[in-house]
Structures are given as C-alpha cells and as structure tokens.
Nanobody
Framework: QVQFRASGGGSVQVGGSLTLSCTAS????????MGWYHQAPGKQRSLIAT???????NYADSVKGRFTISRDEDKKTVYLRMNSLKPGDTGRYYC????????WGQGTQVTVSS
C-alpha cells in the first residue's frame, strides 16, 4: 500500500511563502496523477492543486495565481510552492493521488498569522 508523506509546513506571516514536499513509499510517485489537499480547521478536506503527466496542472480558484504544483521525477517528489499566504490558507495539507485518493498520511500543518 502506498504511503504519502507531506512535509515542509510551518508558521508564517501573511504574505509569506512556503514550499511543501510530497514523497511516497511503496510505489513510484511519478506513476501517479497527484494532488494537494487542504483541510482548514473545522472544515472538510478539499482538493486545491493537481498535476498530471508532469506538466498539466489545475488549481482551485482560492489558490490560483499564488500556489504552484510541480514534480521532480529524479527526486520522486511532488511540490507545492505557496506564495502570498493568507490566514485562510491555515490548515493541514495532504498529498495523494487524484482522482481517487489512497490511504491518507498525516499531512503537514501550515499556520498563517497576521
């Protein structure tokens, strides 16, 4: 079974930036269409960015123009570059397959404060 591990979260001020990383054990991550999911406090997890075939990307309106998803095939890693962070970006971030997620990892916490 694939285990997805998200890392790189932290606490930043409004307008700051973070880069999240996602790796997988069990199978090669480059074989998957991948997504980043955001779960704000008290809310359901939602899909915010996807990458297919290494270059086709899509974003939720809430992050479009601020976040960039990418993948490094050599490092077998998927990234989420987050710029111009807002308080609403606070929450736990997870990576997983799209469109059908597998088991969820623990995610990584991002806290944006003003």
């Amino acid at each position: 079974q694939v285990q997805f591990r998200a890392s790189g979260g932290g606490s930043v001020q409004v307008g700051g930036s973070l880069t999240l990383s996602c790796t997988a054990s069990g199978r090669v991550i480059s074989a998957f269409a991948m997504g980043w999911y955001h779960q704000a406090p008290g809310k359901q997890r939602s899909l915010i960015a996807t990458i297919i075939n290494g270059r086709d990307t899509n974003y939720a309106d809430s992050v479009k123009g601020r976040f960039t998803i990418s993948r490094d095939e050599d490092k077998k890693t998927v990234y989420l570059r987050m710029n111009s962070l807002k308080p609403g970006d606070t929450g736990r971030y997870y990576c997983n397959r799209v469109p059908q997620p597998e088991s969820w990892g623990q995610g990584t916490q991002v806290t944006v404060s003003s």
